[in-house]
């Protein structure tokens, strides 16, 4: 009778266990797997590019800024 009360006792901690893991699991990949937006749009990449002096080349290459290296720039 004793080992009939153990044994159920650590059954249900097991499942116990393993139903607190499944949780945990479903919870952790459900929030994983929403996309994530744009940090900057093109409109604040352009404004920051032009800012800094560079030229935007977004409607060629998307994103991009083109900056003048220093060794070229005239004194």
Same mark, same amino acid.
């Given at each position: 009778m004793? #080992?009939?009360t153990m044994t159920t006792g650590l059954g249900r901690?097991? !499942? !116990? +266990?393993? !139903?607190? +893991? #499944?949780a945990a699991c479903g919870l952790f &990949?459900?929030?994983a &797997?929403?996309?994530q937006g744009p940090t900057y749009t093109d #409109?604040? !990449?352009q404004a920051m590019c032009e800012r800094r002096g560079g *030229? *935007?080349?977004g409607n060629l290459i998307p994103g991009y800024?083109?900056? $003048? &290296? #220093?060794s070229? $720039? &005239?004194?």
């Amino acid at each position: 009778m004793i #080992a009939v009360t153990m044994t159920t006792g650590l059954g249900r901690k097991i !499942l !116990l +266990g393993v !139903l607190l +893991g #499944a949780a945990a699991c479903g919870l952790f &990949s459900g929030c994983a &797997s929403m996309p994530q937006g744009p940090t900057y749009t093109d #409109a604040e !990449l352009q404004a920051m590019c032009e800012r800094r002096g560079g *030229w *935007w080349r977004g409607n060629l290459i998307p994103g991009y800024c083109e900056y $003048q &290296s #220093a060794s070229l $720039q &005239s004194p």
